[in-house]
């Protein structure tokens, strides 16, 4: 399949601008290297995008070193309909993550100020205590918006200073931002980055106000399968133009990885759950031919109930160990599962600060 936009080098997000989405895109392919962000209103758009040809790339979240994996993604990548049967990965990018509680000033002298305290539950008895303080006074916020995964994130903060705000989940936190500027509601707030506030034009209410100091966020890049060619069950991306940010991977540059730099694989299967030790053969695939297992995520397969679709994500010792025994594991795999789709292999990136 052609790309319908072969002569711009579009890269897709989700949207709208100033998302954490966004600015993982922005880093890893900047506009003076020749290449357009186009923000998406939701995850399926970015898949679309890639699936029909529109978009060179998409950049998606994956996973959040506190709050997990990303369930939207995981569940577009299962392809259930069958929709995204050209969507391969290409990369991956981290992105340090810091949230801010944006909106609108109460008016209040400040006095209002208070030190709160998290509340002791039966099931947390020692809850954590937030890491930042409200640097305005937040008494008038009466709902707040953002990503679920961006509220999940924030609990501590949350618990201690918004107690009693209506919590409401949209589809990325700038589009949480966007709707706080346009309403005007000055009992609305927005979790969302440093960016978004000044985009939209918001005050800082609180900063940093993630649980974790080092709260991450992993990012897949997404590419369409036609433009990957498999030796030995490798996808290799041919004839794009690549960022500087991926030059150092070898499956761009073709040169050879150093010994110590490690390659990660994804695949997803399902299997027979009736048959005793059906996922423990399928994970043992792994170990036979020395892969490392990184993380088993399972999703319901919608097919039929309690049968679930596992991503497990690996990492081969370096570029020839996975060269040699990817397309024999692959095929091993495959024998002992109903299902089995491979999505492509990547060279760890750094992070984006």
């Not at 940093?208 to 080092?214: A, L, M, S, V, Y």
């Not at 399902?270 to 792994?286: C, P, T």
């Not at 990547?346 to 992070?351: D, F, L, P, Y």
Request: glycine fraction near 8%; proline fraction near 5%; include cysteine.
């Amino acid at each position: 399949m052609a790309l319908t936009n072969n002569s711009k080098k579009v890269v897709t997000f989700l949207g709208p601008p100033a998302s954490y989405s966004h600015q993982a895109a922005e880093g890893a392919f900047p506009q003076e290297e020749g290449f357009e962000l186009e923000a998406q209103a939701s995850f399926k758009d970015v898949f679309i995008s890639i699936e029909t040809g529109e978009a060179l790339y998409g950049v998606v979240p994956f996973e959040n070193s506190t709050h997990g994996p990303v369930e939207a993604t995981l569940d577009l990548l299962a392809d259930k309909e069958g929709e995204f049967r050209n969507i391969s990965v290409f990369g991956e990018i981290f992105l340090d993550i810091n949230h801010y509680l944006v909106g609108f000033t109460s008016g209040s002298d400040g006095s209002n100020l208070v030190a709160g305290h998290t509340t002791p539950t039966r099931d947390t008895p020692n809850p954590p205590e937030p890491r930042s303080e409200p640097l305005r006074d937040i008494s008038h916020v009466k709902q707040v918006f953002s990503h679920k995964q961006a509220i999940g994130q924030c609990g501590p903060f949350i618990s201690t200073y918004l107690k009693g705000a209506d919590l409401h989940e949209v589809v990325s936190t700038s589009r949480g931002a966007q709707m706080v500027a346009a309403s005007g509601d000055f009992t609305t707030a927005a979790i969302a980055s440093k960016t978004a506030a000044q985009v939209f034009d918001l005050t800082i209410l609180a900063e940093r106000i993630q649980e974790r100091d080092d709260n991450k966020t992993r990012f897949l890049v997404l590419i369409n399968s036609c433009h990957t060619k498999l030796p030995n069950g490798i996808s290799l991306p041919v004839d794009l133009p690549t960022a500087k940010y991926f030059e150092s991977n070898s499956l761009t540059t073709g040169e050879p990885l150093k010994e110590s730099e490690k390659m990660k694989g994804l695949v997803s299967f399902i299997i027979n759950h009736r048959r005793v030790g059906a996922l423990a053969d399928a994970l043992g695939v792994f170990k036979t031919y020395g892969f490392n297992l990184l993380s088993i995520n399972p999703r319901p397969n919608r097919t039929e109930a309690w049968q679930y679709i596992f991503f497990v994500e690996f990492e081969g010792k370096d570029e020839g160990h996975m060269i040699d025994n990817l397309e024999t594991a692959l095929r091993q795999l495959k024998s002992c599962t109903t299902y089995c789709r491979w999505y492509g292999c990547w060279k760890m990136m750094g992070i984006l600060h």
